[in-house]
């Protein structure tokens, strides 16, 4: 059994809670957080092979991208 993926799976996971309360204080920074957990469980499920996730995981990520880029616009 290989550790490093399990190990990834984690870190993503603790990034992932940290980036939800980030966010419930209405921290910018939570979308950085949530770009790093996805990327990292974008990458465990390719190396998986679980494609359905993928689409999932990119799909958050873009979502988290979206977020960062509106959340930094000035208010008119």
Not at 6 to 33: D, P, Q, S, Y
């Amino acid at each position: 059994m290989n550790a490093i993926p399990e190990l990834i799976g984690g870190a993503a996971a603790v990034l992932a809670v940290t980036g939800v309360w980030c966010n419930n204080k209405r921290l910018r920074v939570c979308f950085i957080i949530f770009m790093a957990s996805n990327s990292m469980s974008c990458g465990l499920h390719v190396y998986a092979g679980l494609w359905s996730l993928v689409a999932r995981d990119v799909a958050f990520l873009a979502l988290a991208v979206h977020g960062w880029r509106c959340w930094g616009k000035k208010a008119i």
